[in-house]
Protein backbone atom coordinates (compact mmCIF):
# COMPACT_ATOMS: atom_id res chain seq x y z
CA UNK A 1 0.00 0.00 0.00
CA UNK A 2 3.16 2.58 0.73
CA UNK A 3 4.16 1.94 -2.40
CA UNK A 4 1.30 2.97 -4.00
CA UNK A 5 1.44 5.93 -2.26
CA UNK A 6 5.05 6.76 -3.32
CA UNK A 7 3.84 5.96 -6.93
CA UNK A 8 1.02 8.32 -7.07
CA UNK A 9 2.91 10.78 -5.43
CA UNK A 10 5.61 10.59 -7.93
CA UNK A 11 3.15 10.36 -11.07
CA UNK A 12 1.42 13.17 -9.70
CA UNK A 13 4.70 15.29 -8.75
CA UNK A 14 5.54 14.52 -12.59
CA UNK A 15 2.38 15.57 -14.19
CA UNK A 16 2.45 19.11 -12.29
CA UNK A 17 6.53 19.72 -13.46
CA UNK A 18 5.00 18.76 -16.79
CA UNK A 19 1.89 21.08 -16.97
CA UNK A 20 4.80 24.00 -15.82
CA UNK A 21 7.39 23.30 -18.24
CA UNK A 22 7.45 26.73 -20.37
CA UNK A 23 10.16 25.13 -22.83
CA UNK A 24 8.02 23.96 -25.64
CA UNK A 25 6.57 26.28 -28.47
CA UNK A 26 4.63 29.38 -27.35
CA UNK A 27 1.88 30.82 -28.94
CA UNK A 28 3.75 33.54 -29.81
CA UNK A 29 6.16 32.00 -32.35
CA UNK A 30 3.44 29.54 -33.75
CA UNK A 31 1.19 32.73 -34.92
CA UNK A 32 4.52 34.00 -36.18
CA UNK A 33 4.99 30.62 -38.12
CA UNK A 34 1.69 30.96 -39.09
CA UNK A 35 1.68 34.69 -40.33
CA UNK A 36 5.25 33.86 -42.06
CA UNK A 37 3.74 31.20 -43.89
CA UNK A 38 0.82 33.22 -44.83
CA UNK A 39 3.07 35.69 -46.45
CA UNK A 40 4.59 33.29 -48.18
CA UNK A 41 1.36 31.68 -50.27
CA UNK A 42 0.66 35.73 -50.68
CA UNK A 43 3.44 36.16 -52.35
CA UNK A 44 4.08 33.04 -54.34
CA UNK A 45 0.20 32.78 -55.12
CA UNK A 46 0.17 32.49 -58.95
CA UNK A 47 3.17 30.24 -59.41
CA UNK A 48 1.62 27.87 -56.35
CA UNK A 49 -1.46 27.90 -58.38
CA UNK A 50 -0.11 27.04 -61.62
CA UNK A 51 2.35 24.97 -59.37
CA UNK A 52 -1.54 22.96 -58.49
CA UNK A 53 -2.71 23.65 -62.04
CA UNK A 54 0.05 21.71 -63.91
CA UNK A 55 -0.27 18.70 -62.03
CA UNK A 56 -3.62 18.13 -62.12
CA UNK A 57 -3.24 18.29 -65.43
CA UNK A 58 -0.79 15.96 -65.69
CA UNK A 59 -3.10 13.50 -63.28
CA UNK A 60 -6.34 14.13 -65.46
CA UNK A 61 -4.24 12.98 -68.52
CA UNK A 62 -2.92 9.91 -66.85
CA UNK A 63 -6.29 8.84 -65.50
CA UNK A 64 -8.00 9.18 -69.31
CA UNK A 65 -4.79 7.19 -70.41
CA UNK A 66 -5.93 5.04 -68.16
CA UNK A 67 -9.42 3.91 -68.52
CA UNK A 68 -9.40 4.62 -72.07
Same mark, same amino acid.
Given at each position: ????? #?????? /????? &???? #??? +?? +??? *? $??? $? ?15 ? +??? *? ?6 ? &?? /????? +?
Amino acid at each position: MRKIK #DNLKKM /AQGIK &NFWN #DES +GM +GTV *E $IIL $IIVVLIGLVIVFKQQIS +GLV *EDIFKVIK &ND /ATSVT +G
